[in-house]
């Protein structure tokens, strides 16, 4: 069975500051996704990494995978107070379409 | 494109009520899941269909959930008889096959 994990569940920072979000997971892969929610809103897409060493970057976020490890990670560059959201990163199962989600970072910049 | 459509975006009813949720996917996708959110249990998949046939409905909690796809383009999922366990948001996603899934506005489900 797939797991997903994810660290840390709260982040609060400062704006300005840089911090990384991790996603490991379990068992092999072959995508993983990440996902923003805002309080009592939706999941709204960021990123699909569909290979080791893939780098996506938008904004002020940056997303990357190192399938040999099983880690993506989430990087926060100069944070603004926009940001402020739960975070999930998503695990693809090996051969159908069934995505495990992480537990979520809650994340909270501070002014 | 109006992406994924879910209604209600809140239901409250009674314990022992049937509720019905819906959800129309984007026109061109052929992949629909049905996912639960809670602050215990986090995001679980329900079930997802494919070309509106059921694939894995493993996650489905019990025989009080059905769900089904009577055409390409729509989805219910019934809880008959609702609990008050059953209260979370009920989310609807879509995708073009093996590739992000677009989330609808979710439903709001509080059975009392």
């Known amino acids: 069975e797939l797991k997903v994990e994810q660290n840390p569940l709260f982040l609060s920072m400062q704006e300005g500051k840089n911090y990384t979000i991790y996603c490991n997971y379990s068992t092999t892969s072959d995508r993983l996704y990440w996902y923003r929610q805002d309080p009592g809103k939706s999941l709204e897409s960021l990123f699909v990494l569909l290979s080791n060493g893939a780098v996506k970057q938008e904004g002020r976020l940056m997303a990357s995978l190192d399938t040999k490890a099983r880690l993506s990670t989430l990087h926060i560059t100069a944070a603004v107070h926009d940001l402020s959201a739960t975070y999930f990163c998503?695990?693809?199962?090996?051969?159908?379409?069934?995505?495990?989600f992480g537990t979520g970072t809650r994340l909270t910049i501070i002014p | 494109d109006a992406g994924v459509i879910q209604s209600p975006r809140h239901e409250v009813t009674e314990m022992g009520q049937e509720v019905t949720l819906r959800c129309k996917l984007i026109s061109g996708h052929n992949s629909l899941f049905w996912y639960r959110q809670t602050m215990m249990r986090g995001l679980e998949l329900l079930i997802y269909f494919n070309n509106n046939v059921p694939i894995d409905d493993s996650g489905m909690p019990e025989d009080r959930f059905s769900a089904k796809m009577p055409n390409a383009s729509f989805s219910t999922l019934k809880i008959q008889p609702s609990e008050p366990r059953d209260s979370a948001v009920y989310f609807c996603?879509?995708?073009?096959?093996?590739?992000?899934?677009?989330f609808g506005p979710g439903t709001r489900l509080t059975v009392t």
């Open positions: 998503a695990v693809g199962d090996f051969g159908n379409e069934k995505l495990t």
């Open positions: 996603a879509s995708s073009p096959g093996q590739r992000m899934q677009y």
